[in-house]
Every structure is written in structure tokens, then in C-alpha cells.
């Protein structure tokens, strides 16, 4: 997605147009962190409104400056713009997304088309893009550092990949597209919510729960009397309610039923189906490409990548693909031998691979995934993510109390560095509830950028997610997927965190796409590190550290069922460039258009595609069409970092970590690729990737 640096970023701008609306106020909060607490729905729309028209002034003081088009009085004025309105956006669409409403929902509706008309009546001024230009023209002469130097091209592009170079009437037909596309996409994840939270299915027979763990028992049996049926058990399409039914329920029939709720989400001919959407996006998006002089999206969205096309990223997924598929298939023969013991004649499904998968490793690796989780109490396992950026970069987290939060489920943290100086606030929201979407995400509240005074303004960062709730009888205890995505989204907190960048659209996580996820997938690899796990893993009953015994199995098991994790994770990328390298949409049908996908790709039909289309909110919805390859892109480049430590012999090198941070803080300053390979000192090797999936000796 090509970014329009005016709305990236959350910065405090003051500005006093009411006594009344919180959102219009300099916040009297610690850290001026927002007034959540004191913020309504009916503050809202207001706010927008006062925003949107403080933004429109600032943009119209730069077009009408009279003096000549500077670096300060154009581009740095640009990025500065629109402070009240990335303060305004960064409480809303974070509280929206964490905390939504049918109200909300209303208020996106009314504001989305209003926000996209103001990105293109500012990307599309005529004026305003001729002074960009005009400082883009002379930027060799002008004296620029290179973060200045980045940002005078950054801003030029932003504008030229927008639309800025277009005929009148073509601008015209582009905004008309992005205000369609915008209001589409909130239609497509409102339409998953609806069928996430419309589908509940009630157990009354406990007979028919057989194997499955009485922690996850006694979740159900809660949801059911919240629900109103108590002594009944209720599962819905939530992966904390049926993740434990497909591994360890022994009833088939349910496995069957809560996988094929989650997998074809917004694919029933009802109000909240998404295929006519996916449709409709698609022949937008194709013809936006088609604006700017490419044949398909994946090119248009690719040019700013590092990947740069869509043949790049072609090669490499394919790269991968194969050794992932050859190894999926030898773990289905695996299964397959498994299921003819219980159910011969049977061919093994996807319902049926999570339960044998777990079956399998309890007899290679005896590692039964219920005898981990009371070691990963949810505070621990954070404990120990703060523990990590503690050793590797000094940072310290104090708790703090009584501070405005959105929902009282919200806890807050003081970062620090070595030396006691605020490195930013943290904010995390870990478990689900009907208003929060699917999945789990790092967010920016307040950006970090140094103001004309030299100021350093610090950073408000969220991690959110979706686990397992504490029940009267346990604490939150994760599971090993759950313990790798909160290392996950804590690696994109303190990308956020670290940033030293001076101007808002360069810092944090304003980087390529297929670079932004190299500091989540680095933290990943500390999860289960045996030094890091006797820093968190504690018993929750007893306080009992992990026994080695356990750690050697999780090691030993490391490398199991990657060929699955892989080709799960690989054919939803295919499938977005599928979508992505489509040069029409005319005569598109969403579920034919899949199958064909999975059939050229030679899917095996014992896995489902980790994302269906119609529920895929990654390329629908948050701006990862034609990017959900940079996952796995990524993913050579955080093997090869980790490699780096591995290979001095310490997991928190100094040396090491002081690069890595480096680059961390450097945020969008510097081109992606220089700034791995300064760390480096070479290219990303992909056989340490190969290798820690087991693939390659």
C-alpha cells in the first residue's frame, strides 16, 4: 500500500476549541498519553470534524507561503501537519479496533470517506505538489543530511505514487476509488466480526468433550452461562474456544464443525457475506494500478517494497514452497498411518491433522502441549519478553496504576533506558471480547519525532491479542503459539519504541513492508531459548522453574510440523498474489478463483489455507495486499540476524545488540537493505531459515 505520510503518525499538537471534548484538549495525563477514560462516542465525530478542518489550514498556510519552497517551510511543514488529527485518529480507530462498537462502527462509516477525501485533496494539490517537486528538483544542492535527504524523496514519491502526476480527470476517478475502498474495508471487517461473534455452538452432553483439557472445559462451560445456558459448554470461531477442540477433542464431528465455522466465516449467501466485496475491491484496485500505468496491483503496491515486483516475490515464495510442501507431505503420511488406527479406511482431513499432529509429537517427543501451558502464565511469559529487551538493550518496565485506559482489561508500562531516560509508554490488551477483531497487533497511539525545538517526543505504543481469558479456577496460561506471537507483537513494540528518528512518517515501523516484520520474527526466536525460558517459565501452582527435562523436549520438537506451519502460512501468500497479479476481476468468483489457486499450487488437501479469502482480513482490510509474502520474507532476514548472535556464541552479544538496536531505531531513515546489511556486514543467507525449519541439514 503506498503510504500518504500526512495521516502516519500521533503527534500532541495543542489545541483548545472546547472545554468539553477530551479530544480537543491537551491531555492532563501522565505523559500526555490520551484521556481514554474521559473520551465518548458523541466526542467523536466533532473531533474529526475540528481535525480535518485544522489539517485543511495547515496544508492551505504551505501552498500560499509566498516565500520560495524550502526543506523546512514545505517538506518538514508537511510532515508536522495534521497533529490535532493523528492525535484524534490514533485514540479512535486503536479504541475501534481493541473495543468497537455498533455506535463506532456507525462513526468509521461516516468518517472514512471524509478522511480519504482529505489524503487526496492534499496528495492531489497541484500547488502543493509543484513546491514538493520543486525541493525534490534541487535536493542535491541543498546541503540535506540523509534522514533529511530520505524524506525529501519519501515525500516526493508519496506523492507521485499517489496520484500527484495523474490528468485532472484521472485524479478525479482516483479519489472517487479511494473513498469506495476505504468504506469497503471497514464493510469487509465489520462483516468477520458480525460472523465471528453470530456463531456459537452449545455442548450439552460432556461425553461428547472427551480429551479435551479441563482448563479448556471450564472455559466453554463459562462462555455457556455467560451465554445464558449454564451447564452446557459453548465454542465459538474464536482461536482461543476451538484451537484446543482440534487438538486434543477426540469427538471428530466437532473438530469438523468449529474448523469449518472458522474456515467459511463471510462465505454464506447472508448479509455478512464478503465475497461481493473481494469482488468489488479487486475491480478497484485493478483499475487504480491500471491509473498509474501498471497492469495489476501487485506491481503498483510492490514498487516501494524491496521485493519491487511481483516476479521477485513470485520466485522466492516458490523458492520455499517446494521444500515446505515435500515436507508436509512426509508429516501427512505420518498422520494418515495414525488415523488408520482409530479409523481405518479413513483419509485424514483438516480437522484431523491439529489432533494427530499433537498425538504424534506426544509419542516422538513425549511434549503434550497441556503439560507446558501452567509454565506460561500470561504476566510470565510478558515478564519475560520485558526480560529479553532488558538484556539486550537495557530497557527497563515499571507498572503504572491509575492511568486512563480504554478498558479496565488495559495495563500500562514505563520504559526506560540503562540511564532512567523515558524510552516511551506501553500499553497492552490481551484478551478477546465481542468488540475486538480477530487476531493479534502492534499500533501506534503517539508517534515518536523531534519537534523544531529539538524536543524528543516519545512514543505510545499498544500490543493487543486474543488469549486465553483467566477462569475462576486458572490464570491466563498460553499456548506455545500464544507465547510465540506476544514475543511477536512485543518485537513491533519496540521497533516502535527505539525509534530516533526526527521526523514522524520516517519513525518507528514506517518502513517497507517486507522489512517491518524482520524486529517481531527476531523476537520470536528468544521465546524458547532454554537460558530465556528459566527466566519466565514458572509453574503457576508451585513457582517451579521449567525442568530441563521439558526444555530438552520443546527443543527437541522445534522442528516438528514446520512442513504444515509453512505450507499453511505459504499458500495464503500465493494466494494474495494470485488476487493481486489479477490484471480483471471480470467474471471473478471468490471460491473458484481459491481452487484454482490451491490446484496450481499443487495444495494437499489434508491442509486449509491459514486465511479464506472472505475472512483474509490481512489483504482486505489492514493494508497487506500483495504483502502477506513478507512474512516469510522477513523470516530469512530474522534467521540470519539471530544466526548473528548464535554464531559469537552469546544469545546477548553487546556488540551484537548494539547494531541490531541500532538499526531498530533507524526506523524508515534509511533504505531497508543498506541498513541490514550495515548490521550484517552481508546479505541474508535463506538456508538459516531452511535450517531452523529442519528442511536442510
Given at each position: ?5 500526512f ?13 468539553t ?11 500526555g ?11 467523536y465525530?466533532?473531533?474529526?470534524e475540528?481535525?480535518?478542518?485544522q ?5 492551505e498556510?504551505?501552498v ?23 492525535r484524534?485518529?490514533?485514540v479512535?480507530?486503536?479504541v475501534?479496533?481493541a ?11 461516516q468518517?472514512?470517506?471524509?478522511l480519504?477525501?482529505l489524503?487526496d ?14 525541493v525534490?528538483?534541487?535536493?542535491e544542492?541543498?546541503?540535506?543530511n ?13 506523492f ?28 469487509f471487517g465489520?462483516n468477520?466480526?458480525a ?11 460432556e ?10 472445559k471450564?472455559?466453554?462451560?463459562e ?6 445456558h ?9 482461536r ?9 477433542c ?8 468449529l ?10 449467501d ?15 484496485r485493478?483499475e ?22 511481483h ?20 508429516e501427512?503420511?505420518?498422520?494418515q ?6 479409523l ?52 527497563q ?9 480504554y478498558n479496565?482489561?488495559?495495563?500500562v ?7 532512567g ?24 497511539i ?13 512514543p ?7 488469549f ?11 499456548s506455545?503459539?500464544?507465547?510465540e ?15 530516533k528518528?526526527?521526523y514522524?512518517?520516517l519513525?518507528?515501523?514506517n ?46 520438537a522445534g522442528?516438528?510440523?514446520?512442513g ?6 505459504l ?12 490484471t480483471?476481476?471480470?467474471g471473478?468468483?471468490v ?22 479469502p472472505?475472512?483474509y482480513?490481512?489483504?482486505?482490510t489492514?493494508?497487506y ?5 513478507s ?8 534467521a ?20 541490531f538496536?541500532?538499526?531498530l ?8 537493505q ?18 531452523r ?5
Open positions: 500500500m503506498k503510504k500518504t505520510i495521516l502516519s503518525a500521533f503527534a500532541m499538537t495543542l489545541l483548545a476549541c472546547t472545554e471534548n477530551p479530544l480537543l484538549e491537551q491531555p492532563n495525563t501522565p505523559y498519553v490520551p484521556a481514554f477514560d474521559q473520551v465518548k462516542n458523541e466526542h465525530m466533532p473531533a474529526f475540528e481535525a480535518i478542518r489539517n485543511k489550514a495547515e496544508i498556510a504551505i500560499t507561503n509566498e516565500a520560495e519552497p524550502t526543506f523546512e517551510n514545505t517538506i518538514v511543514a508537511l510532515d508536522r501537519a495534521g497533529g490535532l488529527l493523528e484524534v485518529s490514533g479512535f480507530f486503536n475501534l479496533e473495543d468497537g462498537t455498533d455506535e463506532m462502527n456507525a462513526i468509521a462509516e468518517v472514512s470517506p471524509m480519504s477525501e489524503s485533496g492534499i496528495i492531489l494539490n497541484e500547488a502543493l505538489f509543484l513546491r514538493v517537486k520543486a525534490y528538483d534541487q535536493r544542492q541543498l546541503g540535506l540523509p534522514e533529511q535527504m530520505r524524506l525529501v524523496t519519501e515525500t516526493y514519491k508519496s507521485a505514487d499517489n496520484g500527484a502526476n495523474l490528468p485532472e480527470d484521472k485524479k478525479e476517478r482516483l479519489k472517487e476509488i479511494n473513498k469506495e475502498l476505504g468504506l469497503l474495508s471497514l464493510k465489520n468477520v466480526v460472523e465471528t461473534n453470530a456463531y456459537q455452538y452449545f455442548v450439552k452432553d461425553s461428547q468433550l472427551k480429551g479435551l483439557p479441563e482448563s479448556a471450564a472455559a466453554a462451560a462462555e455457556a452461562a455467560a451465554a445464558g449454564p451447564g452446557e459448554w459453548l465454542f465459538t470461531p474464536k482461543t474456544s476451538f484451537t484446543p477442540v482440534l487438538q486434543y477426540e469427538n471428530r464431528e466437532l473438530r469438523k464443525e474448523l469449518m465455522a472458522y474456515t467459511t466465516r463471510a462465505n454464506h447472508n448479509e455478512n457475506d464478503n465475497k461481493a466485496v473481494i469482488v468489488r475491491e479487486m475491480e478497484l485493478i487504480k494500478a491500471k491509473l498509474f500505468g501498471y497492469d495489476n496491483p501487485a506491481d503498483y503496491i510492490l514498487a516501494d517494497c524491496m521485493a519491487k515486483n516476479q521477485t516475490v513470485d520466485a522466492f515464495l516458490q523458492s520455499v514452497w517446494a521444500p515446505s510442501l515435500e515436507a508436509a507431505k512426509r501427512a503420511a505420518e498422520l498411518k495414525l488415523l488408520d488406527e482409530d481405518p479406511g479413513e483419509s485424514l482431513q483438516p480437522w484431523d491433522w491439529w489432533y494427530y499432529a499433537e498425538k504424534l509429537r506426544n509419542a516422538k517427543y513425549a511434549l503434550n502441549e497441556e503439560e507446558l501451558k501452567p509454565y506460561f502464565e500470561l504476566n510470565n511469559v510478558r515478564k519475560g519478553a520485558f526480560g529479553v529487551a532488558t538484556k539486550l538493550y537495557g530497557l518496565f515499571e507498572p503504572l496504576k491509575d492511568m486512563p485506559v479496565p482489561e488495559v495495563e508500562f514505563k520504559v526506560t533506558d540503562a540511564a531516560e523515558l524510552i516511551g509508554i506501553l500499553y497492552t490488551d490481551y484478551f478477546p471480547r465481542a468488540g475486538k477483531r480477530p487476531g493479534a497487533w502492534m499500533n501506534n503517539m508517534s515518536q519525532y523531534i519537534d523544531a525545538d529539538g524536543v524528543d517526543h516519545r505510545v505504543i499498544i500490543n493487543v491479542g486474543n486465553n481469558k483467566p477462569t475462576a479456577g486458572n490464570p491466563s496460561l498460553l506455545m503459539d500464544d507465547v506471537t506476544l514475543f511477536h507483537e512485543f518485537g513491533h513494540a519496540l521497533h516502535g519504541l527505539l525509534s528518528a526526527h514522524k512518517s519513525s518507528g515501523t518502513t517497507p513492508r517486507d522489512f517491518v516484520e524482520l524486529p517481531s520474527q527476531f523476537m520470536e526466536n528468544y521465546a524458547y531459548e532454554p537460558e530465556v525460558l528459566k527466566t519466565y517459565a514458572f509453574h503457576y501452582q508451585t513457582g517451579e522453574v521449567i525442568p530441563d527435562s521439558l526444555i530438552a523436549k520443546i527443543n527437541a522442528k516438528f510440523n514446520q504444515f506451519v509453512q505450507t499453511e502460512l499458500s495464503a501468500s500465493i494466494l494474495d498474489m494470485d488476487f493481486h497479479e489479477l480483471t476481476a471480470e471473478l468468483d471460491n473458484a478463483f481459491e481452487k484454482q489457486s490451491l490446484e496450481k499450487m499443487d495444495m494437499i488437501d489434508e491442509i486449509i489455507v491459514r486465511y479464506r472472505t475472512f482480513n490481512h489483504i482486505f489492514t493494508g495486499e500483495a504483502g502477506y509474502y512474512y516469510t520474507w522477513a523470516a530469512v532476514l530474522d540470519d540476524a539471530f544466526a548473528a548472535f548464535k554464531e559469537t556464541g552469546n544469545l546477548f552479544d553487546v556488540e551484537t545488540a548494539k547494531r538496536r541500532h538499526l531505531e533507524q526506523g524508515g531513515t534509511r533504505d531497508a543498506e541498513l541490514y546489511l550495515e548490521f550484517r556486514g552481508k546479505e541474508a543467507d535463506p538456508k538459516n531459515l531452511l535450517r525449519n529442519g528442511f536442510i541439514e
